[in-house]
């Protein structure tokens, strides 16, 4: 049983066969879930650094200095440190499998989309809350992803704020082994179901989340809703990733 807060959250990625026409193997599939969820992961972490570096949620500062192209470079040199690999460059990923360099370009594009499609409102003047968060990034980049490449990204939880997070029977299950601690709360958990590779990986609490979940439990957050009181470091759910396989 994980001792940090038990409240799941999980992105999915389903690509159709239309976009992955040719077989994928086993091991080509890992590498790729597990860089796109490398890849969600430190996005997400990026937008939670950001919010306060730049001050995003002041009302009182119009324009914040905090742009597509800086957002895209704090996510590339995480993946760097953490990966190897240079995505804007397009180096480094040689050991790859076909395409993988390709799926990270189209999801840096759209997480540069995404920014760009929130700008104004982050730069406007006399607004406080602007509702470019951890969750709602995911979202928008999962929308802008699929449209481009057939594959699904999805944010899921098990405690729901939004009826769309709502997790599939897969991802239900994994929650439930990971509150009964037959999955370790560190680990990277991959299997085949059915015709589908499944990946995940947990997420964790960073200091920038705790504006939003952290304490005091109970008291409403900037977007309304009762913080859970996590610390710093605490489970706050998985990535999981779904690729056809074949």
């Given at each position: 049983?994980?001792?940090?807060?038990?409240f799941?959250?999980?992105?999915?990625?389903?690509a159709?066969?239309?976009?992955?026409?040719?077989?994928i193997s086993?091991s080509?599939?890992?590498?790729?879930a597990?860089?796109?969820?490398?890849?969600?992961t430190?996005?997400?972490?990026?937008v939670?650094?950001?919010l306060?570096e730049?001050k995003?949620n002041?009302?009182?500062?119009g324009d914040k200095?905090?742009t597509?192209?800086?957002?895209?470079g704090?996510?590339n040199?995480?993946f760097k440190a953490s990966?190897?690999?240079d995505i804007?460059?397009?180096?480094?990923?040689?050991?790859?499998p076909?395409?993988?360099m390709?799926l990270?370009k189209k999801?840096?594009?759209?997480?540069?989309?995404?920014?760009?499609?929130?700008?104004?409102?982050?730069?406007?003047?006399?607004?406080?809350?602007?509702g470019?968060?951890?969750a709602?990034?995911?979202?928008q980049?999962?929308?802008?992803f699929?449209?481009?490449?057939?594959?699904?990204?999805?944010?899921?939880?098990d405690?729901?704020?939004?009826?769309?997070?709502?997790?599939?029977a897969?991802?239900?299950g994994?929650?439930d082994?990971?509150l009964?601690?037959?999955?370790?709360?560190?680990?990277?958990f991959?299997?085949k179901?059915?015709?589908?590779?499944?990946?995940t990986?947990p997420?964790?609490?960073?200091?920038g989340?705790?504006?939003?979940?952290?304490?005091?439990?109970?008291?409403?957050?900037?977007?309304?809703?009762?913080?859970?009181g996590y610390?710093?470091?605490?489970l706050?759910g998985?990535?999981?990733?779904?690729?056809?396989?074949?």
């Amino acid at each position: 049983m994980f001792k940090g807060k038990k409240f799941i959250v999980a992105v999915v990625l389903s690509a159709t066969l239309g976009v992955n026409a040719m077989a994928i193997s086993e091991s080509e599939a890992k590498v790729q879930a597990e860089m796109l969820a490398e890849f969600l992961t430190l996005g997400r972490i990026a937008v939670a650094h950001s919010l306060a570096e730049f001050k995003i949620n002041d009302a009182a500062k119009g324009d914040k200095g905090f742009t597509a192209d800086i957002f895209a470079g704090k996510i590339n040199e995480a993946f760097k440190a953490s990966k190897k690999v240079d995505i804007i460059a397009g180096t480094g990923g040689e050991a790859l499998p076909a395409g993988t360099m390709d799926l990270l370009k189209k999801i840096m594009n759209a997480s540069k989309k995404v920014v760009n499609d929130n700008l104004a409102l982050i730069n406007t003047q006399g607004l406080g809350f602007k509702g470019f968060i951890p969750a709602s990034y995911g979202r928008q980049v999962g929308d802008i992803f699929a449209a481009e490449t057939g594959i699904k990204l999805k944010q899921t939880t098990d405690k729901l704020r939004n009826e769309y997070n709502k997790p599939d029977a897969f991802e239900k299950g994994i929650i439930d082994k990971m509150l009964k601690g037959e999955i370790k709360k560190d680990e990277v958990f991959f299997a085949k179901e059915g015709s589908d590779y499944r990946l995940t990986k947990p997420l964790y609490i960073v200091k920038g989340c705790l504006g939003c979940h952290g304490d005091p439990v109970g008291e409403l957050d900037v977007a309304g809703r009762k913080k859970e009181g996590y610390k710093e470091g605490d489970l706050r759910g998985i990535i999981s990733v779904k690729i056809p396989a074949k």
